[in-house]
């Protein structure tokens, strides 16, 4: 099992950038894909970014794509997401999820673990 604490979020003005970071307990941090997911208000939570275990592999939903990076510290247990030309659209609470895997590639489509969430705030 693993425990998930994402950190980062705030208010920021369009066009700017945060990053996130989410620190997973455990000492098996290296044999979880990772996901970031985000959930506006009276909307259904969508993905945003995931990446395999190894690193290797990253995908983006078309909406962050350009904008978006996400990567990962094995020997920190820490994944990011670097955010950057920040939209009013981006405005959700963004959580992190892992799924623990056996194949060094692969994303998951449905992850077992969730961090509490952080908010981003992004104004006009």
């Known amino acids: 099992q693993v425990q998930l604490v994402e950190s980062g979020g705030g208010l920021v003005q369009a066009g700017g950038s945060l990053r996130l970071s989410c620190v997973a307990s455990?000492?098996?941090?290296?044999?979880?894909?990772m996901a970031w997911f985000r959930q506006a208000p009276g909307k259904d939570r969508e993905v945003v970014a995931a990446?395999?275990?190894?690193?290797?592999?990253?995908r983006n939903a078309d909406s962050v794509k350009g904008r978006f990076t996400m990567s990962r510290d094995n020997a920190k247990n820490t994944v990011y997401l670097q955010m950057n030309t920040l939209k009013p659209e981006d405005t959700a609470v963004y959580y992190c999820?892992?799924?623990?895997?056996?194949?060094?590639?692969?994303?998951?489509?449905?992850?077992?673990?969730w961090g509490q969430g952080t908010q981003v705030t992004v104004s006009s």
């Open positions: 455990g000492r098996t941090f290296s044999t979880y894909a």
């Open positions: 990446i395999s275990r190894s690193g290797g592999f990253t």
């Open positions: 999820a892992a799924k623990q895997v056996n194949i060094a590639n692969i994303i998951p489509p449905i992850y077992d673990y």
